[in-house]
């Protein structure tokens, strides 16, 4: 199976590239895992919703340019339906099983998605009701791709 994270931003933090790290380690006897990053933009203070419509639909034809066609697609967004650990998993294994061994997380930048990327998604997913900045939603995608391959092979971790 092949995993690809496309993610807008470049990822500073020491801590979280280290955990990261650690994860896609750990992944790499289960999938293939790709992380993108795409350039975010600059986004002041104080713009106008025709000003942040622009910047993330920058961003998103940045995104859509690294999505293959073939990739089932699911995009973080907060009104995204949310899964518990055991149904993440069985999600990721059924769309293997039909065939579908390619798929694309994409996590968005400080404004969100553009609407062109929510429509190219397949399924629009969410951590929950709370605001994560989006590095720490890469460490968090990574890790819960992790525990679902750990329950999709019966394997001890996820409680």
Same mark, same amino acid.
């Given at each position: 199976?092949?995993?690809?994270?496309?993610?807008?931003?470049?990822?500073?933090?020491?801590?979280?590239?280290?955990?990261?790290?650690?994860?896609?380690?750990?992944?790499?006897?289960?999938?293939?895992?790709?992380?993108?990053?795409?350039?975010?933009?600059?986004?002041?203070?104080?713009?106008?919703?025709?000003?942040?419509?622009?910047?993330?639909?920058?961003?998103?034809?940045?995104?859509?340019?690294?999505?293959?066609? $073939?990739? @089932?697609?699911?995009?973080?967004? &907060? !009104? +995204?339906?949310? /899964?518990?650990?055991?149904?993440?998993?069985?999600?990721?294994?059924?769309?293997?099983?039909?065939?579908?061994?390619?798929?694309?997380?994409?996590?968005?930048?400080?404004?969100?998605?553009?609407?062109?990327?929510?429509?190219?998604?397949?399924?629009?997913?969410?951590?929950?009701?709370?605001?994560?900045?989006?590095?720490?939603?890469?460490?968090?995608?990574?890790? $819960?791709? @992790?525990?679902?391959?750990?329950? &999709? !092979? +019966?394997?001890? /971790?996820?409680?």
């Amino acid at each position: 199976m092949n995993i690809k994270i496309i993610t807008v931003g470049k990822l500073k933090e020491k801590y979280l590239k280290q955990g990261i790290a650690e994860y896609t380690k750990r992944l790499g006897s289960y999938c293939k895992m790709e992380i993108i990053e795409v350039n975010d933009e600059k986004a002041p203070e104080n713009l106008s919703d025709k000003e942040m419509e622009m910047i993330k639909d920058k961003e998103g034809e940045r995104i859509l340019a690294k999505v293959s066609d $073939q990739s @089932y697609v699911f995009a973080l967004a &907060i !009104n +995204g339906k949310q /899964y518990d650990s055991v149904d993440f998993a069985k999600k990721i294994e059924n769309l293997g099983i039909t065939g579908k061994s390619d798929i694309t997380f994409i996590i968005g930048g400080s404004l969100g998605l553009s609407k062109q990327v929510l429509k190219r998604a397949n399924e629009e997913i969410s951590f929950g009701k709370l605001t994560f900045p989006h590095q720490l939603m890469r460490l968090v995608l990574v890790e $819960q791709v @992790y525990r679902a391959f750990r329950i &999709i !092979n +019966g394997h001890a /971790y996820h409680k």
